[in-house]
């Protein structure tokens, strides 16, 4: 089937509201991690959910940022409070396990735009 | 944090020539992935090598590893403008975690 999606593809907010992103990994993958690109770096990772469990959330930047994985597949990355320094490319990516040496699946990902 | 690093940052050639893109990491690893990007949005896995493997070949492209140097090259024979994209080699993060960390890419431009 389908590959990793994501949406909304664009987000234009206003600073100081409330977002939320939205990631579905390919079925049957259990991992899941969520990173963030600005122009001209690499992806910084964020998240790594292992089935439904936050197994390494050490690259969320602050509590502003919080991802939930309720059942196993689709997860949401919630950003409270934006600020301009939150706006870049929102990515997610999917394996089929978190060994670390399966083939990473990304999504589109989300361009956020905090203005 | 980041492991590994990608050099050049920038690279521009004539289609046809072959293309070379270097990573350099810190510590020991037990596989490198490169990846490509295309118009910054998502990215499409290239190739994996383990840790044993010296050398990797896929089509066009042909990755080496080399665990002493702590270093991995990537080349792309007979270059194609349609390979116009940015490349990253993603390393697992170490230190127990397994999470594939990026580098900040090299930018290919390939001239028609």
């Known amino acids: 089937g389908a590959g990793v999606s994501q949406t909304p593809s664009n987000k234009v907010t206003e600073k100081g509201k409330y977002v939320e992103l939205r990631c579905d990994p390919i079925?049957?993958?259990?991992?899941l991690y969520w990173y963030r690109q600005s122009l001209g770096q690499g992806p910084e990772f964020l998240i790594y959910?292992?089935?439904?469990?936050?197994?390494?959330d050490s690259g969320l930047p602050n509590d502003r940022f919080f991802a939930v994985r309720p059942e196993g597949s689709v997860s949401t990355l919630k950003i409270q409070r934006t600020e301009r320094g939150d706006s870049a490319v929102y990515l997610c990516?999917?394996?089929?396990?978190?060994?670390?040496?399966?083939?990473?699946?990304f999504g589109p990902g989300t361009r956020l735009t905090v203005l | 944090s980041q492991q590994g690093e990608e050099d050049p940052q920038a690279l521009s050639i004539q289609e046809g020539e072959n293309a070379t893109m270097n990573c350099s990491y810190k510590t020991s690893i037990n596989n490198l992935q490169w990846y490509r990007q295309n118009s910054g949005r998502g990215l499409v896995h290239l190739i994996l090598?383990?840790?044993?493997?010296r050398e990797k070949h896929s089509g066009r492209l042909r990755v080496t590893l080399d665990t002493s140097k702590k270093s991995s090259s990537l080349l792309i024979t007979a270059s194609r403008a349609a390979d116009t994209a940015s490349y990253f080699c993603a390393t697992p993060a170490g230190g127990g975690s397994y999470i594939p960390t990026f580098g900040r890419g090299t930018s290919l431009i390939v001239h028609p």
């Open positions: 990516a999917s394996s089929l396990m978190g060994t670390g040496s399966n083939e990473q699946f």
């Open positions: 079925s049957g993958h259990t991992a």
């Open positions: 090598i383990r840790s044993n493997e």
């Open positions: 959910f292992q089935g439904t469990g936050a197994a390494d």
